[in-house]
C-alpha cells in the first residue's frame, strides 16, 4: 500500500498485537501439541455457532461489494480486474436477475446492495492488507479488525480479488473476505477462495463463469473454522500418507520440502557438468539441423567416401533413420534440413539442392554455386544464396522467390527466432532485413568475416573474423569486440547463440570452446574437456545449444551432448529460488500460512446454490470432488487426520489410521452430503512444499480379488482376453468361435457375443482408438472388423472389413502398428507385417525364430517389434527393413511382457527375471527367484515386476531386486494368460472357465520412491 490512514492501521496492530499477547496467556505453561490446540480450536468454533450472526439470513443488513481489490496500477488496469468490475456493478444493478440465476431470493437477503471501488492507497481501505494477512488465521483477529474499521452497527461486506495472471491462462481464482454484524449477535467473518478451469474458453464465458462464482460468494453461508498455521504442521510431513474412501477410491501424497529437493538438485546438476550423451553412428558429422521442438536431430555424414544423411530422435537415440546416402565420391551432402511438422526434407549436396516431402521429389535444383541454406521452420521457409543473389523457397509449395532488394551478396545470417536477417553484400555492406516490414537497413561498410549468426531476442550479431569475434549490438547500432579471458588459442571456426538464455559459444580450429555473456560479452568459462580429435578433411566443426541448457558439439568422433551451464550459474539460479520460496510476495500472500479446519459440514443449502448456478449435481463423488475443488478445500487433508484422527472421528465419524512402516494409511468410511466436513487446501508454493499425489485404484490399498468376471453365460472355454489401451473395452475369445466384447466404463456399459469364426479363436487385438478389431482363427484366417461403439448399437456395432487369407498354421498374437499395418506371429515361426488397408497381403516377413513364436509388441516410440518364441530367444525388429537388430537369449518356457509406454521388456531366463530399457540398452533389474513362474508382468511403469504362481503372486521392486510382498490366491490353478489393466492399477488372471481382477495400487507408490 502506498499510504495508510496511520490512526487506524496503528488501532489494527495494537488490537492484533494484544490478542496474540491474551492467546500466549491463555496457553499452559507447557508446550502444546499442534494438533491438539486444533482441536480445542474446533470445540470452541462449534460453540461459536450459536451467538454468530447468520449471513444466509442476514434480512435487513446492508451489503458492500469492495472490489476489485488489486495490489499494483498495472494490476488494476489487466483484462481479469475489468471484468470483475463489470460483474461487481451487475450485482448492485440487476439484483432480481440474480435472484433468477440462483434459483432463490439472493436480493432479498440484504436491504441494499452497494458497490463500493477500492482504491490503492485509499485510507478507507487501509485494513484491506491486515485481512489479507490474517486470511484463515484466527477469526476472532479478523472479527476484531473489522470492529475498528466498522463499528458494531448492522452491516455485511465483502471483498474480492481476482488472479490476473491466472485470467490470461484460461483459470479463474477468485478470493476474498466477508463479514456480518446484527444486534444481539457477534461478528461473523470469513475467508474463501474459488478456483474453475475454463480453457479455450472466450471472454463472455469467462466473465459469466465469474459472475457465478461471485454469487456463490454472495450466497453461500459462513462456516465456523479452526486455524492452523501449516508451517508448524509441516514437521510431520516424514511420510507417506494413503487415503482410502469410503467408495474403495485411494489416493497417496507424498509431501516434499521443495529447498530440500532445490538443494539435492543443485548437487545433482553440478554433479551433472563433467558428464556427457554419446549419440552413436554420428562420427564424421559434416553438420547438423536440429528441428523447432528439439525432437529430431538432421546429421550429414562423410566417412570413406560415403556420405550419408540420417535422421535421429532425441527422445530415443537408438532410433537412428537412413534419409540419403551416396556411396560414391562423385556426390556428398553439405547441409540436411527435417521439418516434422510438414514430413519434409531439405538436402544440399554439392551438386544438387532437393526438396522431398513423404518421399516424393518436390524441388531439384543445380546447386555449384548455393550455400548458407537457412530456415525458419514456424514459417515453412528456407533461404539460401546462388551465386550472389539470395533466395526464398516456400517449403509447402515449393516455389522459389529471388530476393533482389538484397542486391548481390556474399553471406546471410537468420535469426531462427525472429526470421529477421543480416547479409553483406559483396562489397562489404552489412544490411539488416526487418521481416516484418520487409525493410532493408544498411548498417556498416567495408565488413570482412570468415562467419556470423544472428541472436536471439535482441536480434545482436556475432561475427568472426581470423581469432577475433565481435557482437553487433542493433540497438547500440555499434559492434563491440567479445571480452575473452585470454586469446583463442587458434582460428574461431564456428559460433552458436542459445535459444532461450541470453549466451553465445564460439569455437576454434583447434577445438577449443567458449562461452560468453550475451549482455556485456565477457566470457563466462572455456568448457572443459578434449576437443581436439578434428579431421578436416571430412569432419565439420559443430556446436549448437539445446533448449534445456545443454549443447551438441563433435566432429571427428561422435557427437556429444553436455550441459552448458557452470556451477556459479547453478547457484545464482538457485538462490534467487531459494529467495523466492523463502519470502512472500505480498500481503495476499500471508493467508496461505493459515489453513481452515471447518468446524460444521457444508450446508445443503450451498450444495443447492452450487448446481443451480453452474448445472453440476452432486450425485457421484467425482461430481462431489469437482464441488471441493471449486471451494479449493479437500474431503480430509491426510496429514492432519492421521496426526488426530479423533478430532476427525468426532466431526464426520467412520476414521481409522494405520502404520504400515513408512505409510500412514487414513481409511475413511463413507459420508453423507449432510456430513461433509473440509479442509481448505494449503498454498504449496508459498509454504515452500509441493505435494506429489498418486491415484492407486478404486478398490482400496490392500491387494485382493475385486472382481470375477460373469462367467455363468459361457457356453465354451476361454482361450485368451485383450484389454483396450485406454482400458475402456475387453474382448473375450472363446473356443466355439465366438467373442464376448464388453464395456469396462462406468458410464455406457454394454456385453455382447458375436461370432467371428468357424472354429475356436486363438486372438485378439484392438487398434489404439478402438475403431478396429482383428482377430485370428485355427480356420487359418485373419478377420479386421470395423467398431462402431460411440453410441453403441446392437444391431449395427460391428461389421466385417476384410478378412486376410493364406496363412499356414495357427496365428498365436496380433498386434496393430497403424490403422493400415497388422503384426501376426504364430507356429510357421516368423512375424508376418499385413498391409490390411490396400494389398490385404503380407507385406513383409521377418524370419529368424526356429519356433513357434508366442507374442509380438509393436513400440512406436523406438518403431521396433519386440517377438518372444519358443525357441528360447527374444528378438528386435526393425519393420521398415524387416531386419533383427538384436536378440536376447531366454531359457525353455520362459514367459516375458513389454510394456511400450516405459519401452521395458521383462523375461525370465535360469529362475531370473531380467528387466531391460530397449531405448537405452541398460539392464534395470535383475530379480532372482525361487522357482519358474507361470508368467510375469510389468506394473507402474516397470517400478514393480509381479511374478505369478498356481498360489501366489510375488512382487519385487525392480531397481533394488527387493522382494516386496506375495499375495496368496485361491482356487487359481490353470492360469494361461495375465496382463496389467492400461493404468497398472488392476492385474487380470485367466483361466479357461472365468477371469479374476485384483487391485494392487498399494505397488504404485514406488512411482513416488524418488522423493529426496
Not at 588 to 604: G, M
Request: with cysteine; charged share 20%.
Amino acid at each position: 500500500m502506498s499510504r495508510f490512514n496511520f490512526k487506524t492501521l496503528t488501532m489494527i496492530l495494537s488490537a492484533l498485537a494484544l490478542m496474540a499477547c491474551n492467546a500466549t496467556q491463555e496457553k499452559p505453561s507447557k508446550t502444546v501439541n499442534v494438533f491438539d490446540e486444533l482441536e480445542q480450536k474446533v470445540i470452541i468454533a462449534q460453540g461459536a455457532k450459536e451467538t454468530s450472526t447468520n449471513w444466509a439470513n442476514a434480512k435487513g443488513a446492508s451489503l458492500s461489494l469492495v472490489g476489485p481489490i488489486y495490489q499494483t496500477g498495472l494490476e488494476k488496469r489487466s483484462a481479469a480486474n475489468k471484468a470483475l468490475t463489470k460483474v461487481i456493478s451487475y450485482i448492485q444493478d440487476n439484483p432480481k436477475k440474480l435472484d433468477l440465476l440462483a434459483k432463490r431470493s439472493i436480493s432479498g437477503q440484504f436491504s441494499t446492495i452497494t458497490a463500493k471501488e477500492f482504491v490503492l492507497g485509499n485510507d478507507e481501505f487501509s485494513y484491506v492488507p491486515a485481512i489479507f494477512n490474517v486470511g484463515y488465521g484466527d477469526e476472532t483477529a479478523l472479527n476484531s479488525v473489522f470492529d475498528l474499521v466498522q463499528g458494531r452497527g448492522n452491516d455485511a461486506e465483502i471483498g474480492f480479488y481476482i488472479d490476473a495472471q491466472a485470467w490470461q491462462q484460461g483459470r479463474i481464482h477468485l478470493q476474498g473476505y466477508k463479514t456480518i454484524k446484527r444486534k444481539g449477535k457477534d461478528r461473523n467473518s470469513t475467508w474463501f477462495t474459488y478456483r474453475l478451469e475454463l480453457k479455450d474458453q472466450d471472454n463472455k464465458a469467462k466473465i459469466d463463469a465469474l459472475l457465478r462464482m461471485s454469487l456463490y460468494a454472495l450466497g453461500s453461508d459462513i462456516r465456523e473454522f479452526a486455524s492452523i498455521n501449516r508451517d508448524a504442521v509441516m514437521q510431520f510431513n516424514d511420510k507417506d500418507y494413503v487415503v482410502e474412501r469410503g467408495n474403495g477410491d485411494t489416493h497417496a501424497f507424498v509431501y516434499q520440502d521443495r529447498v530440500k529437493l532445490i538443494d539435492n538438485e543443485i548437487e545433482a546438476k553440478i554433479n551433472a557438468l563433467d558428464k556427457e550423451r554419446i549419440l552413436n553412428k554420428t562420427a564424421y558429422a559434416r553438420s547438423i539441423h536440429l528441428d523447432q521442438s528439439q525432437s529430431y536431430l538432421m546429421v550429414n555424414t562423410l566417412q570413406d567416401y560415403e556420405s550419408k544423411v540420417s535422421l535421429l530422435s532425441l527422445k530415443n537415440t537408438n532410433q537412428n533413420t537412413l534419409m540419403w546416402e551416396s556411396k560414391q565420391w562423385d556426390e556428398f551432402a553439405k547441409q540436411a534440413f527435417y521439418l516434422p511438422n510438414i514430413n519434409s526434407q531439405l538436402i544440399l549436396t554439392d551438386k544438387r539442392l532437393m526438396l522431398k516431402k513423404q518421399g516424393k521429389v518436390l524441388l531439384e535444383r543445380q546447386a555449384d554455386a548455393i550455400h548458407s541454406v537457412q530456415l525458419v521452420e514456424s514459417k515453412n521457409q528456407a533461404y539460401f544464396i546462388d551465386g550472389t543473389i539470395a533466395y526464398a523457397l516456400d517449403l509447402n509449395s515449393a516455389k522459389l522467390k529471388p530476393l533482389t532488394a538484397f542486391g548481390q551478396i556474399d553471406k546471410l545470417s537468420l535469426n531462427p527466432k525472429s526470421a529477421n536477417m543480416y547479409v553483406i553484400s559483396t562489397s562489404g555492406m552489412l544490411s539488416f532485413f526487418d521481416i516484418k516490414n520487409q525493410r532493408l537497413s544498411p548498417i556498416k561498410s567495408g565488413m570482412s568475416v570468415s562467419g556470423m549468426q544472428a541472436c536471439g531476442d535482441s536480434d545482436n550479431l556475432l561475427y568472426w573474423q581470423g581469432s577475433q569475434a565481435y557482437v553487433f549490438d542493433k540497438n547500440a547500432q555499434q559492434s563491440l569486440a567479445v571480452k575473452a579471458s585470454s586469446p583463442f588459442s587458434g582460428d574461431i571456426v564456428t559460433g552458436t547463440c542459445a535459444l532461450n538464455e541470453n549466451k553465445f559459444m564460439l569455437m576454434t580450429k583447434t577445438g577449443e570452446i567458449r562461452q560468453f555473456d550475451g549482455t556485456d560479452f565477457t566470457e563466462i568459462t572455456l568448457m572443459p574437456g578434449t576437443y581436439d580429435a578434428y579431421d578436416t578433411l571430412n569432419s565439420g566443426f559443430i556446436i549448437q545449444y539445446l533448449s534445456n541448457n545443454e549443447f551438441i558439439y563433435g566432429g571427428k568422433e561422435n557427437l556429444k551432448i553436455r550441459p552448458s551451464t557452470t556451477e556459479s550459474e547453478i547457484r545464482l539460479d538457485y538462490q534467487k529460488r531459494l529467495g523466492k520460496i523463502n519470502s512472500a510476495r505480498s500481503w495476499l500472500d500471508k493467508s496461505s500460512i493459515h489453513q481452515a479446519v471447518f468446524a460444521e459440514p457444508i450446508p445443503k443449502s450451498d450444495m443447492n446454490l452450487y448446481q443451480a448456478l453452474f448445472s453440476n449435481k452432486l450425485e457421484t463423488s467425482v461430481q462431489t470432488q469437482a464441488y471441493l475443488t471449486f471451494l479449493n478445500e479437500e474431503q480430509a487433508d491426510p496429514l492432519l487426520v492421521a496426526n488426530k484422527p479423533s478430532l476427525f472421528n468426532a466431526l464426520s465419524g467412520g476414521v481409522s489410521v494405520f502404520e504400515d512402516g513408512n505409510i500412514m494409511l487414513v481409511k475413511q468410511g463413507s459420508l453423507e452430503p449432510d456430513n461433509l466436513y473440509t479442509t481448505s487446501i494449503p498454498n504449496w508454493e508459498h509454504l515452500g512444499f509441493k505435494v506429489d499425489s498418486l491415484y492407486l485404484g478404486s478398490q482400496g490399498f490392500e491387494p485382493k480379488v475385486y472382481k470375477e468376471l460373469d462367467n455363468a453365460q459361457l457356453t465354451s472355454d476361454i482361450v485368451s482376453m485383450t484389454i483396450a489401451s485406454n482400458g475402456e473395452y475387453l474382448v473375450t475369445s472363446l473356443t466355439n468361435g465366438e467373442i464376448i466384447f464388453e464395456s469396462l466404463s462406468d458410464t455406457g456399459r454394454f456385453k455382447e457375443t458375436f461370432s467371428v469364426h468357424d472354429t475356436q479363436v486363438t486372438t485378439t487385438a484392438l487398434s489404439s482408438n478402438n475403431q478396429l478389431l482383428a482377430t485370428a482363427g485355427k480356420d487359418g484366417l485373419i478377420k479386421i472388423w470395423r467398431l462402431n461403439l460411440n453410441p453403441m448399437n446392437e444391431d449395427s456395432w460391428i461389421r466385417l472389413e476384410t478378412e486376410l487369407k493364406g496363412y499356414a498354421g495357427n496365428v498365436l498374437d496380433l498386434a496393430f502398428m497403424s490403422d493400415d499395418l497388422l503384426i501376426s506371429t504364430g507356429t510357421d515361426q516368423t512375424v508376418k507385417l499385413w498391409d490390411i488397408k490396400n494389398s490385404n497381403r503380407v507385406q513383409a516377413e521377418m524370419l529368424g525364430h526356429t519356433d513357434s513364436i508366442q507374442f509380438a509388441r509393436y513400440d512406436d516410440s523406438l518403431n521396433i517389434i519386440i517377438s518372444s518364441s519358443d525357441d528360447a530367444s527374444i528378438r528386435i525388429w526393425n519393420p521398415d527393413t524387416a531386419e533383427q537388430i538384436k536378440s536376447f537369449k531366454t531359457s525353455s518356457h520362459s514367459v516375458s511382457d513389454y510394456d511400450v509406454a516405459a519401452n521395458l521388456l521383462a523375461y525370465t531366463q535360469n529362475q531370473l527375471i531380467w528387466v531391460k530399457n530397449l531405448a537405452s540398452g541398460n539392464t534395470l533389474g535383475k530379480v532372482a527367484l525361487s522357482d519358474e513362474p507361470l508368467a510375469v508382468e510389468l506394473g507402474v511403469n516397470g517400478q514393480v515386476v509381479y511374478a505369478i504362481y498356481p498360489d501366489r503372486i510375488s512382487v519385487f521392486h525392480v531397481s533394488s531386486n527387493e522382494h516386496i510382498n506375495d499375495i496368496n490366491l485361491t482356487n487359481q490353478n490353470q492360469i494361461k494368460q495375465v496382463f496389467s489393466s492400461f493404468d497398472a492399477h488392476d492385474l487380470y488372471l485367466m483361466t479357461n472357465q472365468e477371469a479374476s481382477v485384483i487391485n494392487m495400487g498399494k505397488y504404485a507408490l514406488f512411482g513416488l520412491d524418488n522423493v529426496y
